[in-house]
């Protein structure tokens, strides 16, 4: 990776009687191992110098530190480990200091409880996250902030991973000081200096009393464990912090540390801490295009949004909550009024819970204009259509705006599976064309599909990887084709899923099972959620062009016959009773598929919970492959990011693409190969998978080095 040759320095110098001792390591002073090596000989330098008072840890640029180099986990550990650096910063002789600026986080802030004292400017956030990484605080951070902070306080900072502000921080004593201005570097000295002249001492974190109250701190840590139980499905680290909590509680500080130590590397050594790690660099891999290094985005100061209906509204939500105006153009008033009244439906509700004010929500709406006029938008640098998802209603879309938009305004088409190359091809400037697949709920849901395609311009590129960081979302590239990366894999693994229904496992079984591997929702829950219809509408528009060989499970369609489209209907593949949104199965459901299958002539056959994971698995993998081969995708990463931010795949898998390379891609083909022998044209091995399993190679061997 671009840092891997980049290992960053410890420097320090001596300020009248302080050590100033500064990480620097661009961009956020990640700690491998020789800013390790650096801290240690830093320290040492601090005791052996006599003109030394004092030590003062700070970080260069605007960090204090992001924590350990992540890069590291999972490859030989390198020595001095960070327990090591925090153990010899502790132990110093002359008091330690930490001038915490922007963000000190994990080993960051470990380093700080280090210290024997820590001062913050204002705008500082610490925290330790590395619940997120699936792996614990393991710098001797499980150890002192219960000791420093009470079991309460370090439980809740580590299960939930938040960052806190320094002025929270200073509440419940993490922070010592609070600085009023912007200068770590200064106002640290100045307080460095007062403790001297205070003569005030060393004060090792490890002899904090914060655990002095034992029952208190034992009923802290039995109801965490309460609560995790519940909430962290099948998670393995928040269990693992929750161990070395209650042994800074039950051991002695030394002892402690070593069952820290123990649980760390069991953290390490386990495939949930591959998998996060994998999806914490994959979200920031796919914002690094090839045809967008070159080139700037265009400016935007303004969106339009051509229609008011759910996706329409919800894209402007995104787009007014990012502080843009917005420009809504409907056909009629009545449109445009339905349109506005989607659009403060959200807000109202988010007044309801007491999240924002009704002052926030008119500023907010302040920034709303509507028209019934295209010609409105003669001044507008970006439109998004939202129109209904049909080719011929969004070209004609195309041509009005045509007709009005400024030369470079960028036309951006909200679609989930349509030929965005034929929209382009509509009018005379396709360079300026480009799909944003957004998902609904659009002013929620985090990932945007960008889709490129062919006679588009790069800057055009730039400019929705730009939109998406304004807007908060995870932009993935996709290439053109029907349902580009996301929904063209769906419509796979749901088409695997609808087979395994019709051979014999209950749709209720499926979603067990599918649940039971750690996804949120299983396919036919998620179906009846999103509802039944918007898959009939797609079915029926690809019947002309379906193969007719290939096999076609109708049980979805009996139900759409008889206007069970889920939850919005109150039954689908479950009954929803008033409103309810939690499903229950139903027996007449049962029925219908029992009828298809005689109708098919199929025999039912049982599953195991793991047979049905496997194909479901395999269908997903095996179509993400083509994906990839196609260059639909960029990589297999683009394909997991997808999974990660649209589809509720479970983070701590990475994946389905990281999942397959955990479980080892020649037993997936392996697989494939055993279910093409049922159905040979639905489970067409990908050549891309064949090949990498010829070569003995993974997906990660085409994620550049990730
Ligand atoms: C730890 O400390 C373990 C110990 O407890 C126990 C040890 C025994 N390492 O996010 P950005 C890279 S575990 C390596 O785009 P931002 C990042 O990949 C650590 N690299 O910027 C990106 O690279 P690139 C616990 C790191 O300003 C670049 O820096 N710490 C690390 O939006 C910029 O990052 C965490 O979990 C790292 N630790 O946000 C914190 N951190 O340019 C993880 C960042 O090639 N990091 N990079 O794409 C973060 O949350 C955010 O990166 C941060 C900056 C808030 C720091």
Known sequence: ???????????????????????????????????????????????????????????????????????????PLLEPSLPDVCNRIEACTKPVVAAIQGVALGGGTEIALAAHYRFAINTAKLGLPEVGLGILPGGGGTQRAPRLLGAKVALELMLTGRRVDAAEAH?????????????????????????????AGRRPTRDATGLSDKTASAAAIQAAHASIAEKARGLFSPFKIIEAVNASLEQPFEEGLRTERRLFLECIASPQRAGLIHAFFSEREVWKL????????????????????LMGAGIAVAVLDAGLPVLMVERDEASLTRGRSNIEKVYDRLIQRGRISAEQKERVMARWTGSTSYAALGDVDLVIEAVFEDLSVKKEVFQRLNDVLKNGAVIATNTSYLDVDALAAEIPRPQDVIGLHFFSPANVMKLLEVVVPSKVSPDVVATAFDLAKRLGKIPVRAGVCDGFIGNRILAVFRGAAEAIMEDGASPYQIDNAVRGFGFAMGPFQTSDLSGGDIGWATRKRR?????????????????????????KSGRGYYLYPEGSRQGMPDPEVEAIIDDERRRAQITPRTFTDDEIVHRYMAAMINEGAKVVEEGIALRPLDVDVVFLYGYGFPRFRGGPMKYADTVGLKAVLDNIR?????????????????????????FASLNGGL
Not at 291 to 299: F, N
Not at 543 to 567: H, K, M
């Open 1 to 75: 990776m671009e840092h891997e040759d980049q290992f960053g320095t410890v420097t320090w110098e001596r300020r009248d009687r302080v050590l100033l001792v500064k990480i620097d390591n661009a961009p956020v002073n990640a700690m491998n191992f020789r800013i390790r090596q650096g801290l240690i000989a830093a320290i040492e330098t601090a005791e052996n110098d006599k003109q030394v008072d004092a030590v003062m840890l700070i970080g260069a640029g605007h960090n204090f530190s992001g924590g350990v180099d992540i890069r590291e986990f999972g490859k």
């Open 171 to 199: 509440t419940f004593g993490l922070i010592d000081r609070l600085g009023k201005g912007e200068d770590a570097l200064s106002e640290g000295l100045t307080y460095v200096e007062e403790l001297l002249h205070l003569r």
């Open 290 to 309: 090839p045809e967008t290094r070159q080139v700037a985005p265009r400016e935007f100061r303004s969106v339009g949004i051509i229609g008011g209906g």
């Open 543 to 567: 019947s002309a062009t379906r193969n007719p060989n290939a096999r076609y499970v109708e049980i979805p369609d009996r139900l759409c016959e008889r206007g069970w489209f889920g939850q």
């Open 674 to 698: 055993a279910f093409e022998r049922e159905d040979p044209l639905f489970w067409r091995p990908s050549q891309l998978l064949v090949d990498l399993v010829a070569r003995g190679d993974n």
